[in-house]
């Protein structure tokens, strides 16, 4: 039988249970995400500069949802803004899809442009 | 199942949203994490299918070629984020519940879509090579 003592921390090591830690995370998460709309906005922007600022717009505002349950928030407030959040980031990828799907289709090309220096 | 009762299906409470009780945070918070992993998932899917139909070479003898590999991983990114939102709500809904949390499809429908795409490859590059 284990002692429930030992999965405490020992002193001066991190509480992985604390609520700080898994928010800085969830954080973290959030601006990786927003760094990868970047990402695919810088590449949609060589096509079609219009479709690449709108997606390059959309990566700064997924990074403010990120922020939206900070310290101050109550723990009552967290499935409100937790699941409002999670629908518009999915429908900003099924838009940001169907925009690059535009692109690519009818969008021109650059054929070979990876093999160029 | 009803109208009501398919949209409620897709929503974090059911269909009451006042059903179970409110998860440890922390739950919550791996819960959008993971969601959050998908979602960047789709959207290097949407990358790459850009980058290939917008600036890989032509496929010698398969005009379609660049299309044919690009588009369906665009529309796989599409996909991935529908289904991860599912996934989403369905593990929400479990741990409100104190359910234990259901398998998850979504493993499995990359790995499919994997191994499709790299026989699609090898098929163009295969006909492209023999032309």
New interface residues.
């Given amino acids: 039988m284990t002692d429930p003592a030992a999965n405490e921390p020992e002193a001066g090591e991190p509480d992985e249970t604390d609520r700080g830690l898994a928010l800085e995370r969830t954080s973290l998460s959030w601006t990786r995400t927003a760094i990868s709309f970047a990402a695919l906005g810088g590449v949609v922007l060589r096509e079609n500069v219009i479709t690449g600022v709108v997606i390059l717009a959309v990566a700064p505002l997924i990074w403010r949802l990120g922020r939206l349950t900070g310290s101050g928030s109550s723990a009552s407030q967290l499935p409100i803004v937790s699941g409002t959040r999670i629908r518009i980031i999915t429908v900003s990828i099924v838009g940001v899809s169907l925009l690059s799907l535009l692109v690519a289709v009818l969008g021109p090309s650059v054929p070979g442009a990876l093999l160029r220096p | 199942m009803s109208r009501s009762g398919r949209f409620a299906a897709w ?2 409470g059911g269909a009451d949203p006042g059903e179970g009780h ?1 998860p440890d ?2 739950f ?3 819960n ?2 993971t ?3 998908w ?2 998932t ?3 899917l ?2 790459a ?3 290939i ?6 496929f010698p003898g398969v005009p379609a070629g ?2 044919l590999l ?2 369906p991983l ?2 796989l ?2 996909v991935l ?2 289904v ?2 599912g996934e ?1 709500v369905r593990n ?1 809904r479990a741990l409100r519940r104190g359910d234990p949390l259901p398998r998850s499809v979504m493993p499995w429908i990359l790995a499919a879509a994997i191994a499709g795409m790299a026989v699609i490859s090898a098929i163009v590059l295969l006909l492209s090579a023999l032309r």
């Fill in positions: 929503w974090p409110e945070p922390r919550t918070f791996a959008e994490r969601f959050l992993a979602s960047r789709a959207l290097a949407v990358v299918g850009l980058g139909v917008q600036l890989l070479p032509p660049r299309h690009g588009v665009i529309v990114g599409a984020a529908i991860a939102y989403w929400q």
